[in-house]
């Protein structure tokens, strides 16, 4: 059984969470912090297998709890409602192998869970510059941490990764797969993935797109469908050993 400390000063949050692990079979609450400073302590004391980690806490923030914990440290899933760009690159620089927008589905959070405690996983250190590389690459184009297509589409990009296949298997695997996980339809996932590469065509950083890919990929007036930006974004991941 995996051992969970949550540290957050929001009781109702921390609340919500033991109830809804509390009888889960594979995952145990062990500790809760209010504050950072406790938080720290509890993790050295009990050595978790995870820490949901707020940011903004009293005494010492998450910031300053990443900042302590040693290198042996748990992985790290951040949560929080400061979900802006450089909040999440920030987040991932200091260690936090993952961050959830608040508000979030429990489900999802426990299916996040599920993937760092699979053997794909094992290496967190790989997964941890996987999801770095994919957030500084969705902020130089222009995708903003807060939106939901974000979320979708780095889920969508990690799953090509993993496995290329499935890119042709949009509709059929890739959005009921994240569908799933986040606990909505698959047509929310496809239009929230749409939007998010609009959000960045709106945000005129093509220019950007095409630097970070080395050639004119694109221009102002036309935009790839979700498909071909998954596919550019993963095989560049692949192609740099992610």
């Known amino acids: 059984m995996k051992r969970l400390v949550i540290a957050d000063d929001n009781p109702r949050l921390v609340l919500s969470l033991q109830e809804f692990f509390a009888n889960d079979d594979k995952y145990e609450v062990v500790g809760t912090a209010s504050n950072g400073v406790e938080a720290v302590a509890l993790v050295e004391r009990l050595i978790p297998d995870f820490l949901l980690l707020d940011i903004v806490m009293p005494e010492l923030d998450g910031f300053g ?3 302590t914990l040693g290198i042996k440290r748990p992985t790290v899933i951040m949560m929080s409602q400061l979900a802006t760009d450089g909040f999440v690159q920030k ?6 192998s993952y961050f ?3 508000p979030f589905s429990f489900d999802a959070l426990r299916t996040t869970l599920e993937e760092f405690s699979s053997p794909v996983h094992v290496d967190k250190k790989q997964s941890h510059n996987l999801d770095e590389k994919i957030a500084n690459l ?3 184009v222009g995708i903003p941490a807060h939106i939901k297509g974000y979320q979708f589409l780095r889920e969508a990009i990690k799953m090509t990764v993993d496995s290329p296949e499935i ?3 949009i509709t059929k695997r890739l959005y009921p797969t994240i569908a799933e996980r986040f606990d909505t339809s698959p047509s929310k996932v496809e239009r929230a993935i749409r939007h998010a590469i609009e ?6 950083k093509i220019e950007n797109i095409n630097q970070i890919f080395g050639v004119r990929v694109y221009s102002p007036n036309e935009k790839p ?3 071909e930006f998954i596919a550019l974004i993963a095989d560049k ?3 740099e050993g992610a």
Do not use: C, D, Q
């Open 100 to 102: 959830l927008a608040k």
């Open 199 to 204: 959000v960045a065509w709106n945000r005129g």
């Open 167 to 169: 890119i042709g298997s």
């Open 65 to 67: 709890v990443l900042s």
């Open 237 to 239: 991941m692949l192609l």
């Open 138 to 140: 969705f902020i130089s």
């Open 91 to 96: 987040a991932l620089r200091y260690g936090a």
């Open 225 to 227: 469908t979700n498909g």
